[in-house]
């Protein structure tokens, strides 16, 4: 049964959802049209100029600093808006799902930001995107709460002067809405998400002293970056709130973003508020643009590159430089670990690793970080406190003495290390893992110890797409192949089918994961994102 708004160019394409009338109302929805009507023919034509670039990069095998915007870069004059209150301070930022367990969990866990994603760690199902805005709604309103049905226990929000600041990530660019059309077509993911949650939200937020803030994911370009800023400046016109109530944190998560990152907090400069600098995403853009570009650019096992790594190191030096060069925030990548609650050897090394990366980034300058559970927020706290102390952040260091050149960031050949077949069989175990349980409509999933999301999946598939293409030779004297592929994900499969016994086995969607990596992985024609085709098997 589909539910229709008054008003036939607009239409809900999906079974009611309880309460859905909150979050899908008719100004609501007629806010989202418009901007489906103003923008969408821009990011249809932006789409279209990353596959002319992509091109591009396949043919020269390089990247380099835009000249025609060289006068950005050198002009010394320029810096973002200052940053609000509320986000001053930043050192410790977890990340999550909209779920409404992580909801309440995620404002109550010390943490000065709360990425609230509606991107990567979200299977983007109607009901996850409808009851994720709901629940932001009931979180603005302190109308939410949560009880555990296995302990019975329950779970209430702290005072606001103790909670997260909520800075929500819409989904990319790439992605449209199937349950969403306007006008015959399918509304875009992003300004979906943003399109709900500034209308419901914008207003409350800046009467409680905050306001509407988000991070940008998969950004390719700061003409991306000016299509933002324009959604940014009409909405704000359109529901009457204040001109730069919006800021922005970009996610520097491709190759190409990262040689326009000044360009890009130029071109959200009123509404900007930072960049951070992730890790598998980026290795993911890596692979997907130089996938064909020679044995120079073969990634080794994804774990065993490390943001000490040349090309990371170079990059996240960058990234910091630039942000305090013109008044952002630099925000460090994720600790995705999960704590053990059964073995305390796994924690101890576990943490340490946590520990080391943590000091190195508040140690290079960084403003703030990421973490992925609630228990790691004191000891992220701990490395920044250490080196901030009653400071809300580090813009001061300015870095100057950082000079990065574009072979820098494309020098993944100066990695000693190699391609594994063990890196192989996780690639395998990992992407199946995921996507099975993408499919069911979980987005942030623990996997080995840690929470992995779909950028998990992405770089795993990349990586044995690449490896397949660039005919890599392990060191156990097999070649990466299709039928080698094919025979540890049947291997995988029957391991998974013994595992969790016959009837959980065929109760999941092992088969259909099996089938989609193996597509994603092993297709002579690269999909440019897993998601894609896996949206077209989400049911719901």
């Not at 779970?155 to 199937?178: K, Q």
């Not at 670990?337 to 520990?355: G, M, Q, T, Y």
């Not at 790691?376 to 901030?388: G, I, K, Q, R």
């Not at 996997?447 to 779909?454: K, P, Q, V, Y």
């Amino acid at each position: 049964m589909s539910a229709s708004v008054p008003s036939p160019a607009v239409v809900v394409d999906a079974d009611a959802l309880p309460r859905q009338e909150e979050v899908l109302t008719g100004e609501a929805l007629a806010f989202v049209a418009g901007l489906h009507r103003r923008f969408t023919p821009r990011r249809d034509e932006l789409l279209e100029r990353r596959a002319r670039r992509r091109a591009e990069i396949a043919r020269t095998a390089s990247l380099d600093f835009l000249a025609e915007t060289a006068a950005i870069r050198d002009d010394d004059t320029w810096r973002v808006a200052p940053c609000p209150e509320a986000l001053r301070d930043r050192r410790v930022e977890i990340t999550g799902p909209t779920d409404r367990r992580m909801t309440v969990n995620a404002l109550n866990s010390g943490a000065r930001v709360w990425l609230a994603d509606f991107e990567d760690a979200l299977s983007p199902t109607w009901e996850n995107v409808v009851t994720g805005q709901l629940n932001l709604i009931d979180a603005h309103t302190r109308n939410i709460d949560f009880t555990d049905a296995a302990s019975g226990r329950s779970y209430a929000l702290r005072p606001d002067e103790e909670l997260a600041t909520v800075v929500m990530r819409p989904r990319g660019w790439h992605l449209d809405e199937r349950h969403l059309e306007v006008d015959g077509e399918k509304v875009p993911g992003a300004l979906v998400d943003f399109g709900l949650y500034f209308f419901h939200n914008a207003r409350r937020l800046l009467e409680r002293g905050k306001g509407p803030y988000f991070y940008l994911p998969k950004l390719e370009s700061h003409l991306e970056a000016r299509l933002w800023n324009d959604v940014f400046v009409h909405a704000q016109d359109t529901l009457g709130v204040p001109q730069g109530s919006v800021r922005a944190t970009v996610l520097i998560e491709t190759i190409t973003a990262a040689f326009e990152m000044e360009e890009i907090l130029y071109e959200l400069r009123d509404h900007a508020s930072g960049l951070n600098a992730g890790r598998w995403d980026y290795l993911f853009s890596l692979v997907k643009n130089f996938r064909d570009c020679g044995a120079r650019f073969v990634l080794p096992d994804r774990n065993s590159v490390t943001m000490t790594a040349p090309f990371m190191r170079a990059y996240t030096e960058l990234l910091v430089r630039t942000c305090h060069r013109r008044g952002a925030h630099a925000i460090g990548g994720m600790a995705a670990f999960i704590p053990s609650r059964r073995d305390e050897e796994v924690n101890e090394v576990a943490l340490e690793k946590v520990r080391a990366d943590k000091d190195r980034e508040a140690g290079d300058g960084f403003d703030g970080s990421w973490v992925a559970h609630p228990d790691l927020v004191p000891l992220c706290e701990a490395s920044f406190d250490a080196v901030l102390g009653d400071r809300p952040h580090q813009k001061d260091r300015l870095r100057e003495e950082v000079d990065v050149a574009a072979a820098d960031l494309l020098a993944v050949d100066s990695l000693e290390v190699r391609p594994t077949y063990a890196g192989l069989v996780n690639a395998v175990r990992v992407g199946l893992r995921y996507i099975e349980a993408w499919l069911r409509g979980l987005g942030a999933v623990a996997i080995f110890n840690l929470m992995e999301d779909a950028a998990t999946a992405e770089i795993s598939r990349s990586q044995i797409w690449q490896w397949i293409n660039a005919g890599v030779e392990f060191e156990n004297g097999e070649k990466a192949t299709p039928e080698l592929t094919r025979r540890i994900a049947a291997e995988e499969l029957e391991n998974l089918r013994a595992e969790r016994g016959e009837e959980a086995f065929a109760a999941g969607h092992w088969q259909e994961a099996h089938d989609l990596l193996l597509k994603v992985a092993l297709d002579e024609e690269y999909e440019e994102f897993l998601t894609l085709p896996a949206y077209e098997r989400l049911a719901g």
